[in-house]
């Protein structure tokens, strides 16, 4: 069975700060690895797909790295801000039709 | 173009009823999946769906939760005799085409379902 773990489950830096939120999964035999955001009290947004072929994926100040073999997938916030406060969720994609998703890491990005 | 919509927003019922949740998706999209958040857990696979099949249902909790989708479109997940345990957010999300590797799944705002 898939597990996906997010650390830290929490954040708090300040603006301006660059910053890495990582993501480990169990079981290497994935087809892809999502990232997500979610505001509070709202759905998610996908912020990033790495295909299980790919290396990373880059998207304005995100970039999002994967490496299969040893099981985690890191996300990369440049220079952040204040909106980017929100919680950033790894999800994997491992045979089947399922996402499996991390609990999830709080970020607040303080002015 | 207009995301996958979700309705009610939120919903209120007391333990023992039962109530429908419904979701829109995508204009075009053949999957649609509906997932769980509940409180202080991760959000949960409930059921898949391919057109009007659904071809892994394995996520549902217990046999009171049911889900059916028509004309390859709407889908509407319905919990009969409600239980407290149920209060959560639940999300629906679409796809392109299942199968694709590089499919991303589009959520919805969920509904928040609170069982008194």
């Known amino acids: 069975k898939q597990e996906v773990t997010q650390i830290p489950a929490a954040l708090s830096v300040p603006e301006g700060e660059n910053l890495v939120l990582n993501c480990s999964f169990t079981?290497?035999?994935?087809?892809?690895l999502q990232w997500f955001r979610q505001d509070p009290g709202k759905g998610l947004t996908s912020l990033l797909l790495?295909?299980?072929?790919?290396r990373e994926q880059t998207s304005g100040r995100l970039n999002a790295s994967l490496d299969k073999s040893s099981g985690r997938s890191t996300l990369y916030i440049a220079a952040s801000q204040p909106g980017d406060s929100a919680t950033y969720l790894c999800?994997?994609?491992?045979?089947?039709?399922?996402?499996?998703f991390g609990e999830g890491t709080q970020l607040t990005v303080n002015p | 173009g207009a995301g996958v919509s979700q309705s009610p927003s939120n919903k209120v019922t007391e333990k023992g009823k039962d109530v429908e949740l419904r979701c829109d998706p995508i204009?075009?999209?053949?999957?649609l999946y509906w997932y769980r958040q509940s409180l202080g857990q991760g959000l949960e696979f409930l059921i898949y769906?391919?057109?009007?099949?659904?071809?892994?249902k394995s996520g549902l909790p217990s046999d009171r939760f049911s889900a059916e989708r028509t004309g390859g479109s709407v889908s509407t997940l319905t919990i009969q005799r409600t239980q407290q345990e149920d209060s959560a957010v639940y999300l629906c999300?679409?796809?392109?085409?299942?199968?694709?590797?590089?499919?991303?799944?589009?959520f919805g705002p969920g509904t928040r379902l609170l069982v008194l």
């Open positions: 999800a994997v994609k491992s045979g089947g039709s399922r996402l499996t």
């Open positions: 999300a679409s796809s392109l085409e299942q199968g694709r590797v590089q499919d991303t799944q589009y």
């Open positions: 790495i295909q299980s072929s790919q």
């Open positions: 079981d290497s035999a994935i087809y892809n």
């Open positions: 769906f391919q057109g009007n099949s659904a071809p892994d």
């Open positions: 204009s075009g999209h053949t999957a």
